[in-house]
């Protein structure tokens, strides 16, 4: 017996449920399990285009992750590129031979002291002079004299050992540039008459020449290896103990000048900050050895202890004398003996 028209429609209706149910089961087991199989689409679905489904989600961020993967893929090999154009730039050989020429030379060259100007060769031995040479007890004094016996050796006992030559300073002439440090009021002159001017005073306390640090501009002095601080002014040997000075000029200077008229003197400052101990028995050693009159006396820095005054021109001997007897090697000595002549190198060697 064949079904009826109403059914028909029935049946169709109840198989149309099952397969709905059938779907919702399957959609409901790809939600709980992804790698389920994939719900076969209706005709229905084709036509309408496909629906959001868990599946198609999973469709979706695979292709995002090709697509990613493509970028990250592009975005390292244009680092790489970057990254081996840098390194093959880095590892051309003229930066090996530069790497391998710092790494011989332990590390890159530091960059050169520019060389002091004229200017600046006269200024800091101006100031130097008044420090470890010029002494109030020598005032007044003609320009001439402090300009020969005192800036002209200090200048020679900065960095390189530079030879002054006024004339190629902005000044010109010693005594335009001593009237600017009048001006200052760093010293002070008097007109004796035309022509003929002195220095009359200093003023210790200008602060250009009460902050002058020497140690700044003198050559470099190799640092002792010593443990301990400045010895005390005196030991058993009197000599030199290896440290050098705490405090004011951390080299032995000797300077040659002119005193009262054409008379030579040498004098030798800052050896009892290197624990040198001057007392008569040294006076003694020093007079019978040069055959000459050898006095003390303060000095116009009061951190530079007592001056040693030798009568005559002794600068190349006395720098001899102090290192073999106190021990003080001739890197810590600035002498102004440069230039001597072979006569004054010669008297009593």
Not at 144 to 166: E, M, R, T, V
Not at 211 to 230: Q, R, S
Not at 236 to 241: A, L
Not at 340 to 347: F, G, L, N, P, Y
């Amino acid at each position: 017996m064949e079904p009826n028209e109403d059914q028909r429609a029935k049946l169709s209706r109840e198989a149309e449920l099952v397969k709905d149910i059938a779907d919702i089961e399957a959609r409901v087991t790809a939600i709980r399990n992804p790698a389920a199989p994939k719900v076969r689409e209706s005709w229905e679905d084709v036509l309408d285009g496909p629906e959001e489904t868990p599946d198609n989600w999973d469709d979706d961020s695979d292709e995002e992750d090709e697509e990613g993967s493509g970028d990250d893929a592009a975005d390292a090999a244009g680092a790489d590129g970057e990254e081996n154009a840098d390194g093959g730039a880095d590892a051309g050989p003229g930066a090996d031979a530069d790497t391998d020429a710092e790494a011989a030379a332990g590390g890159p060259e530091e960059p050169e002291e520019p060389a002091m100007t004229m200017d600046e060769v006269l200024y800091r031995g101006f100031l130097l002079a008044l420090r470890i040479s010029c002494e109030d007890t020598a005032l007044p004094m003609l320009i001439s004299a402090f300009y020969a016996h005192h800036i002209k050796p200090a200048c020679q006992l900065l960095k390189g050992n530079p030879d002054l030559a006024i004339k190629q300073t902005k000044h010109k002439k010693i005594s335009v540039f001593l009237e600017a440090m009048a001006k200052d009021g760093i010293i002070y002159l008097n007109t004796v008459k035309e022509g003929v001017v002195q220095i009359t005073a200093v003023d210790r306390n200008h602060d250009e020449v009460y902050k002058f640090d020497a140690d700044a501009f003198l050559e470099p002095v190799i640092e002792a290896e010593a443990t301990h601080d400045v010895v005390s002014r005196g030991n058993s040997e009197n000599k030199w103990q290896g440290a050098l000075p705490k405090r004011g000029v951390k080299v032995v200077t000797i300077m040659g000048k002119k005193v009262r008229g054409n008379k030579n003197v040498t004098t030798i400052a800052n050896l009892e900050n290197f624990g040198i101990r001057l007392d008569g028995a040294v006076r003694k050693e020093m007079s019978k050895r040069f055959s000459v009159a050898v006095s003390y006396s303060d000095s116009a820095d009061a951190t530079a202890g007592q001056v040693v005054t030798v009568q005559g021109k002794y600068a190349v001997q006395l720098e001899k004398f102090i290192t073999e007897r106190f021990g003080i090697p001739k890197k810590h000595i600035r002498s102004s003996a440069k230039g001597a002549s072979k006569r004054d190198k010669a008297i009593n060697v």
